[in-house]
């Protein structure tokens, strides 16, 4: 999956976090929100990662390194987190998975070539459709 050996910690590590329950994350998204708990969105962040390696891996026919595409997936789960509302009873995996996606796709428009592309979200959907309506036409 990853070659370097900081890669392959993170993945174990990932691997090894506990899932959440809809209450424990639900209690640990509001310490976060009104205390400012960091040890709470620390629980939040791991329990959450195999999510984020999950979509990573699905963006890696790119040709970016999946441990650059795992980070960038992880500023978009802190992102996340940020804006999270828990009031609304949404599961948080259901909310990030936006900003993550959105996070990724923006490091591939960033990365993928030199010659830099639109970044509208019309050029978006095209860039990231290109591939499937190639298949699609040959």
Known sequence: MMED???????????KAPYLERDEEHL?????KEDNDQHALHQIAM???RLVISMASKFRHYGL????????GHVGL???AARFEPEREVRFST??????RASMQDY?????SIVRGGT????KALFFNLRRLRARLA
Request: aromatic share 12%; no cysteine; net charge positive.
């Open 65 to 72: 390194p999946l441990g650059d595409l795992v980070q960038e």
């Open 78 to 80: 802190l992102e996340a």
């Open 95 to 100: 909310y990030a998975t936006w900003w993550i």
């Open 108 to 112: 591939i428009l960033r990365n993928w």
């Open 28 to 32: 640990l998204a509001l310490r976060w």
């Open 120 to 123: 509208s979200s019309a050029q």
């Open 47 to 49: 329990a959450h990662m």
């Open 5 to 15: 050996t900081a890669g392959r910690t993170m993945v174990r590590a990932a691997m």
